[in-house]
């Protein structure tokens, strides 16, 4: 089946720096993949939907020049949060849609827990 | 914009039993897929079941089952013979026909008890 890679699972870094994150599809091409922001309890956010040779489309009220998003491959799609602060941390999840037919359902990474210090 | 609902943010039951998350959503589209998505303690996203709108039978998947109601916006999945691994949060989301995003539900806790 399809599979979403997410890497790295765990991330702590101090608040100032840079931190990135990797969503690849591991066994089929993905043109278009989703990143989300999820609070503790709370369901997914939608941040940008990124899509591969051209510029991620941001959701009303998130910074992107605080979330870098580069989809320079059709299997590989990258977050980069830049100058974190604490505020920044959460847990991150992408996805993305096996084939042309995204109303099969998406497949989503394992996630990413942020900690910023 | 769409909106997807679901008023139970916490459920309990004991194992074997039957269990029925609700779920009602906001479109004005007539053609539109709706999801049901588990996250288990591990956090990973994993897709329970779909339903196309423009069918009227109701999906079905193993212990796993939906109820869509189109004239009411209604879409709720009963799990059956539950067991202690089916113990996470449940999310209800829509995508409306030719549109990439899924809209989600606020998610409902499910605890399946010994």
């Known amino acids: 089946g399809a599979v979403v890679s997410q890497h790295p699972s765990r991330v702590i870094c101090k608040s100032g720096t840079s931190v990135k994150i990797e969503c690849r599809s591991l066994?089929?091409?993905?043109?278009?993949m989703f990143w989300y922001r999820q609070f503790p309890k709370k369901s997914l956010m939608l941040m940008a939907t990124?899509?591969?040779?051209?510029?991620?489309?941001?959701e009303q009220g998130v910074e992107k020049d605080k979330f870098l998003i580069n989809h320079a491959s059709l299997t590989l799609s990258t977050l980069t949060v830049t100058s974190a602060h604490p505020e920044d941390s959460s847990f991150y999840i992408c996805?993305?849609?096996?084939?042309?037919?995204?109303?099969?359902?998406?497949?989503f990474g394992s996630g990413t827990r942020l900690t910023v210090v | 914009a769409q909106t997807v609902t679901q008023s139970q943010p916490e459920m309990s039951v004991q194992e074997a039993e039957t269990v029925t998350l609700s779920c009602t959503y906001d479109?004005?589209?007539?053609?539109?897929?709706l999801f049901w998505y588990k996250q288990p303690p591990s956090r990973q996203m994993i897709l329970v079941i779909r339903?196309?709108?423009?069918?009227?039978q109701n999906a079905t998947e193993n212990r796993f089952s939906v109820n869509f109601q189109k004239a009411a916006k209604s879409f709720s999945l009963k799990i059956s013979d539950s067991q202690l691994g089916d113990t996470a949060m449940y999310f209800c989301?829509?995508?409306?026909?030719?549109?990439?995003?899924?809209?989600f539900g606020q998610g409902t806790r499910l605890t399946i008890n010994p």
């Open positions: 996805s993305a849609v096996p084939g042309l037919a995204p109303n099969y359902g998406y497949t």
């Open positions: 066994d089929f091409q993905a043109t278009t």
């Open positions: 990124s899509n591969e040779g051209s510029k991620a489309t941001y």
């Open positions: 479109t004005s589209e007539s053609n539109y897929y």
């Open positions: 339903q196309e709108a423009y069918k009227q």
């Open positions: 989301a829509f995508m409306k026909q030719g549109a990439q995003k899924l809209v």
